[in-house]
Each structure stands twice: as structure tokens, then as C-alpha cells.
């Protein structure tokens, strides 16, 4: 049974940093991009960036680009994803999906966890 686990929500101010983990369990080889979305109350599931658990390759949405921070552990089933100098507008449900190549749209993924709660807020 294939599993992605998100972790490391929370609140943080304007500028603060977070760091999420997306564990993944049952991953078949063929899985091999995980992602990272967000989606915000009434908005659209918007792609933050992907990152090939394999090759270490990454991708960003270009807004989150020198941000934001993709990494992987060498055991390729855990993606971090390092958000620095965080905004209010970053506030939104973190999601990880994994898939078989990167892609902006949340249909290109098979797996989806369930999700972390990113809070900006002064």
C-alpha cells in the first residue's frame, strides 16, 4: 500500500522558516518525481516544486524559486521541502504527490498524502 506522509506544519511570522518532510512508503520504482503543491481556501492546487528521488533533480514553480528548497534523504523516500523567508501568502495546505515524471498539474500525480497547514501570520 503506497503512503506519503506530510509533516512539519505550523504557524510561523512574516520572514520565518519551515522545513516539511514527506515520507513515502510503498513507492513502486516507477514513482520516481515526488511534489510538492499548495492550495489555499478558494484557490486552485498550485505546484510549489518536484524533485526526482532517484537523480536528486529539482524543479521549482518560479515564483518559489530562492525560497523554497527541495531535498531528498539517501534512502530517496523522504522529500524535504525547505521554505525560508516565508510570506503571508504562503499560508496554505502543503501536499506531497508522488508520479512518474514532474509536472504542474496536481492529474499528472498517482499518490497524494493528506496534507500540512502552513500558517503565516503576525
Known amino acids: 500500500q503506497v503512503q506519503l506522509v506530510e509533516s512539519g506544519g505550523g504557524s510561523v511570522q512574516p520572514g520565518g522558516s519551515l522545513k516539511l518532510s514527506c515520507i513515502g512508503s510503498g513507492l513502486p520504482i516507477s514513482t520516481g518525481v515526488i511534489a510538492w503543491f499548495r492550495q489555499a481556501p478558494g484557490k486552485e492546487r498550485e505546484f510549489v516544486g518536484a524533485?526526482?528521488?532517484?537523480?536528486?533533480?529539482?524543479e521549482y514553480s518560479a515564483s518559489k524559486q530562492g525560497r523554497f528548497t527541495l531535498s531528498r534523504t539517501n534512502t530517496k523516500n523522504t522529500v524535504y521541502l525547505q521554505m525560508n523567508s516565508l510570506e503571508f501568502e504562503d499560508t496554505a495546505t502543503y501536499y506531497c504527490?508522488?508520479?512518474?515524471?514532474?509536472?504542474?498539474?496536481?492529474?499528472?500525480?498517482?499518490?497524494w498524502g493528506q496534507g500540512t497547514q502552513v500558517t503565516v501570520s503576525s
Open positions: 524533485i526526482n528521488r532517484f537523480t536528486g533533480y529539482t
Open positions: 504527490a508522488g508520479g512518474r515524471t514532474s509536472g504542474l498539474i496536481p492529474s499528472n500525480y498517482d499518490y
